[in-house]
């Protein structure tokens, strides 16, 4: 499918105004595709316009004074709404505390058994204990670093919502990334800009209010001018 088969379609099935937003880029173009030709929300993505940030599928989603939770989802951003972009680390903890558990264990029961003069008859030799805590303590080691995950969270007013990065080309991540923190620069820039226009308004109307109306261009004086010449 070419690039701007996808953003035709981008337009026209995702987009809620097709004839003012414009594609920037997409993050999940794989979930995307399968989205734009089955119309079945699977692994979630993120679709950039110039105006806002459409995220589909399976996010995990946060909200104000609630626990994070993952769901299929359909939500648009706008721009002005998002507070910003940066990469979240989750990890299974418990899966974590249990390797170091079995890993200190290990040789808790090595020196236990050997105080205790446990008999070489005995079905489990100190040396076989040894080895079961250490097997154990690496198979969760490794379930721990299988279930890890990194997400791409967008922060906004009432919360966020995070896409699981895992699986997402690198070059694409940045891409996406960079282009909406350019976004909400631009826009940060705006709003200074229009703050000090009104200030500025307000301070030239305080300060000349017989030359200063609304919709008009204030009156030019010369404050220089002599009372004789009057």
């Known amino acids: ?63 104000r004074g609630d626990s994070p939770h993952t769901r299929l989802v359909e939500y648009r951003i706008d721009v002005p709404d998002i507070a910003g972009v940066k990469y979240v680390r989750r990890n299974p903890s418990w899966l974590l ?26 079905s ?3 040396i076989i204990d040894v080895v079961i805590c250490l097997l154990l303590s690496g198979c969760f080691g490794l379930i721990y670093l299988l279930h890890r995950k990194t997400y791409l969270q967008i922060s906004y007013s009432r919360g966020s919502i995070s896409l699981d990065a895992t699986g997402f080309p690198e070059a694409e991540e940045q891409l996406f990334v960079r282009n909406l923190r350019a976004l909400l620069s631009a826009w940060d820039a705006y709003v200074e800009q229009q703050s000090y226009q009104e ?15 609304p919709g008009r261009a204030p009156m030019q004086q010369n404050r220089w001018q002599d009372p004789s010449r009057r």
């Open 1 to 63: 499918m070419a690039m701007m088969d996808v953003e035709s379609q981008v337009r026209q099935q995702i987009f809620a105004d097709p004839e003012q937003e414009r594609f920037v880029c997409a993050v999940g173009q794989s979930a995307l595709k399968q989205y734009l030709n089955s119309g079945k929300l699977a692994s979630g993505f993120a679709v950039l316009s110039d105006f806002s940030v459409y995220c589909k599928g399976k996010c995990l989603i946060r909200k």
């Open 97 to 122: 505390s249990l390797c170091y558990f079995f890993l200190i264990l290990a040789p808790v029961v090595l020196i236990l058994e050997l105080l205790t003069h446990f008999s070489a008859s005995t």
């Open 124 to 126: 489990l030799t100190p």
């Open 199 to 213: 200030t500025y308004s307000q301070a030239y109307a305080q300060s000349y209010p017989q030359g200063y109306a």
